[in-house]
């Protein structure tokens, strides 16, 4: 009987809710569609999701979400069946508690809204059981992140950080070198990760107060590291300046620099040496100019993850350099043969793969821990995180790093 119910499962499409409608989901402010809205074109088109519902704050969002709703099921030749709120035409802020409240039962939900409000947002998922993916960071603090992964275990529902880094072949490969250890030991990591002006003055200009480069981009690589390395942090130091930005009425760092210095298994020790801002001109060549270089004491390895080989030169738009690795479009020749590819694509294929297979009863979300980036997983690069702005606070000081933290969790 009960296998009967579960190939019946097979067959049934999830229903899921976003809560957001920002540029991640799909491309506010931008001319594109963003990458969530993407992947549930393309989990549509696999048969993985059904019914969805978005909840954004306001109707202007509302606006924007249709016409691209609207437009790619103009491209795709299919209606995406996704419901919007809210509907009144007003600002809410409680849209997705109505949606709960309404009825409907997601199966699964994608949170992407400002970090500051991630939170209270995912207490409220997981308390009803919904299995929740998050953008990065999971939330700004240790106590918070602690308080999730004590409501995901005791409901014993699925949790994932939307850390799409992981899923992107060039670090899957630095992860296979230093696994292999094809390099030795590491003795350090330089990260280079920035973005153009318009982020912090126009895309995040609500909610810029909330968040610093660091927090908004340096993340992604500390956990790649923990994710590389399975290392841990001992103690963190961070320098930023205030000048472009503050020039402009936002009191915010430009840049913000960040030394980690971390223990191996082994007992070996290394740093990592973080170089991130937010004030890139706006004539380059791409959003996000991002490179890692890593010393061991048998070789190095070394990645341009901006340039992927791609330069395209047009009058309207100047150079370009693409990431056809991250979120592409492709197919464009055929209808039939459309898709939405690439690791951002791939990192919420895989949460929305997860929960189909342990609703069906084929594996048990602690099952996942050491695999994908759980909310267990959250805890060393949040630490970092917290570290790093305690430190600027206190004017660069060396901030130690309780390892009782993540004793557990590394695994």
């Not at 209808?335 to 609703?359: M, N, P, T, W």
Request: glycine residues 8%; charged residues 25%; contains cysteine.
């Amino acid at each position: 009987m009960i296998r009967r119910v579960l190939e019946r499962y097979a067959d049934k499409p999830l229903n899921v809710m976003v809560v957001g409608a920002g540029v991640y989901v799909c491309g506010k402010g931008t001319e594109g569609y963003g990458t969530i809205l993407p992947a549930l074109f393309q989990a549509q088109k696999e048969g993985i999701i059904g019914g969805i519902k978005i909840a954004a704050t306001s109707s202007s969002s509302v606006k924007i979400l249709r016409k691209k709703i609207a437009d790619l099921n103009k491209i795709f030749s299919f209606a995406l069946d996704i419901e919007s709120f809210p509907k009144n035409g007003k600002k809410d802020q409680q849209a997705y508690k109505k949606i709960i409240e309404s009825g409907f039962r997601p199966d699964c939900a994608i949170v992407s809204v400002p970090d500051h409000f991630h939170f209270k947002i995912v207490s409220y998922l997981l308390k009803r059981n919904i299995p929740c993916l998050v953008v990065k960071p999971l939330a700004p603090t240790l106590k918070e992140v602690k308080e999730l992964i004590k409501l995901q275990q005791k409901n014993n529902v699925y949790g994932a950080v939307e850390f799409h880094k992981r899923f992107d072949r060039s670090n899957l490969k630095l992860k296979d070198v230093l696994t292999q250890g094809s390099i030795g030991d590491p003795l350090y990591f330089l990260v280079e990760y920035s973005q153009r002006k318009s982020v912090p003055t126009k895309k995040f200009a609500q909610w810029v107060d909330h968040t610093n480069i660091f927090q908004y981009l340096g993340i992604h690589y500390v956990d790649i590291i923990y994710f590389a390395t399975r290392a841990v942090p001992l103690r963190v130091m961070a320098l930023g300046q205030k000048s472009y930005l503050a020039s402009r009425g936002i009191d915010n760092y430009d840049s913000i620099q960040c030394v980690v210095e971390w223990k191996s298994k082994n007992g070996s020790k290394f740093t990592s040496s973080f170089l991130t801002n937010w004030i890139d001109s706006e004539k380059s060549s791409a959003m996000s100019d991002q490179k890692i270089k890593v010393i061991g004491t048998k070789g190095r390895y070394e990645a341009d993850q901006k340039k992927r080989g791609i330069s395209i030169i047009t009058d309207e738009q100047g150079i370009e350099e693409p990431n056809p690795d991250f979120c592409g479009f492709y197919g464009s020749a055929g209808k039939e043969d459309l898709s939405f590819a690439g690791y951002g694509v791939e990192s919420i294929l895989q949460f929305l793969k997860d929960v189909r297979s342990i609703k069906m009863g084929k594996q048990k979300p602690a099952d996942l821990e050491g695999r994908r980036p759980t909310f267990k997983e959250a805890l060393v690069p949040t630490a970092v995180l917290e570290a790093a702005n305690q430190s600027l606070e206190q004017n660069g000081a060396w901030i130690k790093i309780n390892p009782k933290i993540w004793e557990k969790s590394n695994g």
